[in-house]
Nanobody, 122 residues
Framework: QVQLVESGGGLVQAGGSLRLACAAS????????MAWFRQAPGKEREFVSH????????SYADSVKGRFTISRDNAKNTVYLQMNSLQPEDTAVYYC???????????????WGQGTQVTVSS
């Protein structure tokens, strides 16, 4: 079956960096667009970033543009999210998802990971 397993979350001070990874199995990874979403306590899940399966075109939420970078390694079936200049408002559970498109509509993603906690202290 399809599995998406996130890693790399943790506690970091404001201004710091983290790199999340999502390892995929059970699907032809290179044919799927991949994305990151996040959900903060008491808030709805929101789109963070998407990367296309081919060509590597990306999209970002305005709140993370210029600070976060999504990338993928099709040889390793892994998608990454480099997060720099982290702020307390970035605190959330971060999920990776497979499918979808650059518009980041969550209903279009077929598979989801279990999430990894990112906590940014002020």
């Amino acid at each position: 079956q399809v599995q998406l397993v996130e890693s790399g979350g943790g506690l970091v001070q404001a201004g710091g960096s983290l790199r999340l990874a999502c390892a995929a199995s059970g699907l032809t990874f290179s044919t799927y667009g991949m994305a990151w979403f996040r959900q903060a306590p008491g808030k709805e899940r929101e789109f963070v970033s998407h990367i296309r399966s081919i060509g590597g075109r990306t999209s970002y939420a305005d709140s993370v543009k210029g600070r976060f970078t999504i990338s993928r390694d099709n040889a390793k079936n892994t998608v990454y999210l480099q997060m720099n200049s982290l702020q307390p408002e970035d605190t959330a559970v971060y999920y990776c998802a497979a499918g979808g498109g650059l518009n980041g509509l969550s209903r279009n993603y077929a598979y989801w990971g279990q999430g990894t906690q990112v906590t940014v202290s002020s």
